[in-house]
């Protein structure tokens, strides 16, 4: 029992630091309706050039920071390919992340770099909590403080930045380009900020993840893409009540932690590592499914039933906690 409830404050953790990740997944293949596949190649570089930066000795805000502007730049490079050669926007991503992996080998210098014995963000926040308050909190409660603050920031920010003029002509790029364009706003601009804003929030999220974990690794990103759009779907299908923007935003977080408590669950039930892409198919699969299945009159029943069974056990252990 312990080792779950250990392992679910760390499902919860890393889940809110790729949530981070996430929302920068959403803002273009939801809000933008562009499919990037930079993802995989901006996550390992944020790491890549955070885990140098603290190697280098630089201090670990500042190495998140370079983190987020290299990201932005790989935004950058795939809008360019895409807006400017008119190469198509997922090969242009693929471009572009294939071309990272070469590139966070050379700012590493190696395929993996360590942080164990290097002051971290979460090393100075665990400092600087310590020295104010005396508490000494464990390093997975100071990852959910801090991821905790972070997601609400980047949630508070991205939901007035897209109510600005510029954001919504960014929504509406992604609602119906031809319009935007009859409107005399330039949507290569559009796309370009968009993809700059999303990769910049998924080089900071690989970032805090490799400074989470201890390192920075060249493949830390493979399957980042994947991770994304699960924590998506999960957050869509489980969240459907979340309608305003900003709900939508918390929605694919919450999505993210789900993901990584099944993760962590399923891990714990015996499942290797190398069965992870397999099981986040499965639930993909199924969370696409539920809405499709749901119109079906056998599956209506069957929830119902449920409902039923549920409702008759639960209130029978009631009544008799009740007389005892």
């Not at 293949?29 to 570089?45: C, E, I, K, N, W």
């Not at 804003?197 to 805090?208: E, F, K, Q, T, Y």
């Not at 920075?216 to 924590?231: E, F, P, R, Y």
């Not at 992870?276 to 069957?302: D, E, R």
């Amino acid at each position: 029992m312990e080792g779950i409830l250990l392992a679910t404050q760390g499902a919860i953790a890393q889940g809110i630091l790729w949530g981070v990740m996430v929302l920068g997944v959403y803002i273009t293949f939801r809000v933008l309706d562009f499919p990037d596949m930079t993802v995989d190649g901006s996550f390992a570089l944020g790491g890549a050039v955070c885990a140098t930066m603290i190697t280098k000795g630089m201090n670990p805000f500042l190495a998140v920071l370079v983190a987020i502007l290299t990201g932005v730049l790989a935004g950058y490079v795939t809008g360019f390919l895409h807006t400017v050669f008119q190469i198509p926007g997922i090969l242009a991503g693929i471009l572009t992340q294939i071309s990272l992996y070469s590139i966070n080998l050379r700012i590493m210098g190696r395929s993996n770099l360590p942080l164990l014995k290097m002051d971290t963000v979460f090393d100075m926040v665990q400092h600087a909590v310590y020295n104010l308050t005396g508490l000494e909190l464990a390093s997975v409660h100071v990852a959910l403080l801090i991821g905790t603050i972070m997601a609400i920031l980047v949630i508070c920010l991205l939901y007035w930045f897209f109510g600005t003029e510029i954001g919504c002509a960014i929504r509406a790029t992604g609602n119906n380009e031809y319009m935007v364009r009859a409107l005399g706003q330039n949507t290569n601009v559009t796309k370009v900020m968009a993809l700059m804003l999303s990769n910049g929030l998924i080089g900071m999220s690989g970032a805090m993840v490799a400074m989470y974990q201890g390192f920075g690794d060249v493949s830390m990103g493979t399957g980042a893409i994947v991770i994304g759009l699960a924590s998506i779907v999960i957050g869509e299908v489980l969240f459907k009540s979340f309608k305003s923007f900003f709900g939508k935003f918390m929605s694919v977080v919450f999505g993210a932690i789900i993901y990584r408590i099944i993760v962590a669950y399923v891990l714990q039930l015996g499942l290797t590592a190398s069965d992870l892409k397999l099981l986040t198919a499965i639930v993909v699969a199924i969370a696409l499914a539920v809405p499709v299945l749901a119109k079906y009159t056998f599956f209506k029943k069957l929830s119902r039933t449920l409902h039923y069974v549920f409702a008759r056990l639960f209130g029978k252990v009631k009544r008799q906690e009740g007389e005892q």
